[in-house]
């Protein structure tokens, strides 16, 4: 099984920085990738950016310029810097790795989210 984790949400006034951290554990080497989604009330969750294991990011058209997402694949750890913050970053962050289980069967692990508020 693959359980992640993900912290370093807060409070931020506009055009501030954070930085969001997941940590992946369990049966590491069956992920294919992780990513980063969001979703703020009455939205649907979307990505905002993904690494696959070939070193490819992915970044929704809303987060590119301005979020880069990272591997640390000594910690199993995923990275989001989180630059120029407006109020329409607000959501709660999760974190998703994917991958193929024995039998080829895809699974599809979560976090619990945490939460970016951007505020004045």
């Known amino acids: 099984q693959v359980q992640v984790v993900e912290s370093g949400g807060g409070l931020v006034q506009p055009g501030g920085s954070l930085r969001l951290s997941c940590a992946a554990s369990?049966?590491?080497?069956?992920?294919?990738?992780m990513a980063w989604y969001r979703q703020a009330p009455g939205k649907q969750r979307e990505l905002v950016a993904g690494?696959?294991?070939?070193?490819?990011?992915v970044y929704a058209s809303s987060a590119e310029g301005r979020f880069t997402v990272s591997r640390d694949t000594a910690s199993n750890t995923l990275y989001l810097q989180m630059n120029s913050l407006t109020p329409e970053d607000t959501a709660v962050y999760y974190c998703?790795?994917?991958?193929?289980?024995?039998?080829?069967?895809?699974?599809?692990?979560w976090g619990q989210g945490t939460q970016v508020t951007v505020s004045s």
């Open positions: 369990g049966s590491i080497s069956s992920i294919k990738a």
């Open positions: 998703n790795a994917d991958g193929l289980g024995p039998s080829a069967t895809p699974f599809d692990s």
């Open positions: 690494m696959m294991w070939d070193g490819r990011p």
